[in-house]
């Protein structure tokens, strides 16, 4: 059980963040975003809860192999999943509820560098949990991509 709940404690505070995120950022979805000069390359709307919730899953399967592993670094590999999990959620709140693209794309930037370091000390750890964020770092590559666009178009 105790090994279960490293997989399943990790993975549900991705998704309760993530939730509360969407929360957050409802008013702007619906009121800001829309009328934003976005590139041609922004995924439909519903893209983006079904992208999120493969990335939340692998990202609570990364934590739990690194919870699991017996590697001595386990410990400081699971402070940068954390401080990238709250980056992550930060740039919701800056991006949408703050309506500020400049604020978040300061974020994301630093978010994608914060994912590069998890990845390149997960591997370490557990190779597995280090591929794992692949598809989390091309999402949030992208994202910094359509944030820059929406920055330097509005």
């Not at 500020?100 to 914060?114: E, H, K």
């Amino acid at each position: 059980m105790k090994k279960a709940l490293a997989y399943i404690l990790p993975t549900l505070l991705c998704f309760v963040l993530g939730g509360i995120a969407g929360v957050l950022q409802n008013d702007a979805i619906a009121h800001w975003y829309p009328y934003l000069n976005k590139s041609a390359l922004t995924p439909p709307n519903i893209a983006f809860p079904i992208a999120w919730g493969i990335i939340y899953l692998c990202m609570g399967i990364s934590a739990g192999l690194v919870l699991t592993s017996r590697a001595m670094a386990r410990s400081r590999v699971m402070w940068i999943w954390f401080v990238q999990l709250a980056l992550n959620f930060l740039w919701s709140v800056l991006f949408f509820f703050a309506r500020n693209p400049l604020a978040g794309m300061i974020d994301i930037v630093a978010l994608d560098i914060l994912v590069i370091y998890y990845m390149v000390h997960a591997y370490r750890v557990r190779r597995a949990a280090s591929w794992l964020f692949l598809p989390y770092l091309l999402w949030i590559l992208f994202a910094t991509y359509l944030n820059g666009y929406i920055l330097l178009c509005n």
